[in-house]
C-alpha cells in the first residue's frame, strides 16, 4: 500500500522519529508496529532491500510529509 494512503493514521510519536531519522536501516519495534497499525507495511512484509520502508515511502517522508498534523 502507498505510504499516502496510511501516513495521516500514523501516529504523531512515529511520524516524529520517522522525519528526524531518514533514511535509517532499521526501525524501532515501536515505529513498526505505529506503521501496520495504521494500515502500512507490517515488519514481516519487507520491501526489497529488507526494510519495512522503500525509498519512495523515505522520499515521501521527506519531502511530502507535513510538521503540521
Not at 1 to 27: P, Q, V
Not at 41 to 57: F, Y
Amino acid at each position: 500500500m502507498e505510504i499516502y494512503m496510511w501516513w495521516l493514521d500514523l501516529d504523531l510519536a512515529s511520524k516524529e522519529w520517522l522525519r528526524e531519522n531518514l533514511r535509517t536501516a532499521e526501525l524501532p519495534e515501536a515505529v513498526q508496529r505505529g506503521i501496520a497499525a495504521a494500515g502500512g507495511p507490517r515488519p514481516g512484509e519487507l520491501s526489497p532491500a529488507g526494510t519495512v520502508l522503500t525509498v519512495a515511502d523515505w522520499d515521501f517522508i521527506e519531502t511530502q510529509s507535513e510538521f503540521v498534523d
